[in-house]
């Protein structure tokens, strides 16, 4: 049964709308020093169960081509992702790296058992189109400064993320305890990064330790947990199509909290990310009902 590891799946996109606001909470931190923080403390939230469970230990003991898939995924998306975003207009990379979530449905019909069809295909239409009316708040397409380096990063990132959590459904042996050395892993990376290009800059109130403490400990800890385990046994095509979902409950969040205004483009596209996501988990949410008569078992006349 599919429907409670894709709902645990749909929980870590939940977590991952609070990153901008999490984010500009935590003030001017240079981003590879921040990600070294965050990713260190989300590595920490599932190495510290090992106490209490010291044989999870033994997950680290994995072929290279899995870490080599889990440094692909959180390492190296993210810190491209970094550069991008310095190296483009940030609203241009957003767009072009919000395709991982139409290439993680379009890839997963690869995946034996998987199958593609119409309302998937309508589903993850309905999301990206919502997702990029809520990021341009309604304003027109386009790279106005023409192709940059950080457009093809950007589209780069977009295929790491899918292509991530797409193959992560071939190692669904794994255990999600593993996920806890990829973080690792990223925050040692980003830690050089840090040294090598930035300046350090120490948060100055209690209120950035804070958002920086929950960033790591939340979506960028529990959440990784919960996306890894929801790809490998959850319905990746469901969850593809509602990561949609993601920008617009980011905007939702930073609204609540006070930052910017309502605009008309947010309805809008909560309402196509909503049916967008209705549409593609329609086998999931509309199950037909067996009846009593159904249920009854069957016997055979004697002859």
Do not use: N
Request: include cysteine; hydrophobic fraction near 55%; proline fraction near 6%.
């Amino acid at each position: 049964m599919t429907t409670i590891p894709t709902l645990i799946g749909f929980l870590a996109i939940v977590t991952w709308s609070f990153l901008a606001l999490l984010s500009t909470a935590a003030g001017p931190i240079p981003p590879f020093q921040l990600a070294a923080m965050t990713f260190l403390l989300g590595g920490l939230v599932g190495a510290s169960s090992w106490v209490f469970r010291p044989a999870a230990i033994k997950s680290l003991r994995q072929p290279w081509q899995v870490w080599a898939l889990g440094t692909a995924g959180l390492c190296i998306y993210h810190c491209a992702y970094f550069f991008a975003i310095q190296s483009a207009p940030p609203v241009e990379v957003s767009l072009i790296a919000y395709l991982w979530p139409l290439l993680i449905v379009v890839f997963a019909a690869f995946l034996p058992g998987e199958r593609l069809q119409l309302h998937h295909i309508l589903g993850v239409i309905l999301g990206l189109a919502g997702a990029i009316l809520v990021i341009t708040k309604g304003g027109s397409v386009g790279l106005a400064e023409g192709v940059k380096p950080g457009h093809l990063i950007a589209l780069f990132c977009a295929f790491v993320w899918s292509g991530y959590s797409v193959l992560s459904r071939r190692f669904g042996q794994v255990p999600t305890d593993v996920v806890a050395g990829y973080c690792l892993i990223t925050a040692v990376v980003a830690l050089a990064l840090h040294l090598t290009l930035e300046t350090t800059v120490w948060p100055e109130t209690s209120v950035q330790w804070a958002a920086i403490a929950i960033l790591g400990a939340i979506p960028l800890g529990a959440g990784f947990y919960a996306w890894d385990y929801g790809c490998k046994h959850g319905d990746i095509m469901i969850l593809g199509a509602v990561s949609y979902a993601a920008p617009l409950l980011s905007v939702i969040v930073l609204l609540l909290a006070g930052f910017g205004m309502f605009h008309w483009s947010i309805a809008v596209a909560c309402v196509m990310i909503t049916v967008g996501a209705m549409l593609a988990a329609k086998d999931m949410l509309f199950k037909p009902r067996r009846t009593a008569r159904q249920a009854e078992p069957k016997f055979e006349r004697g002859r």
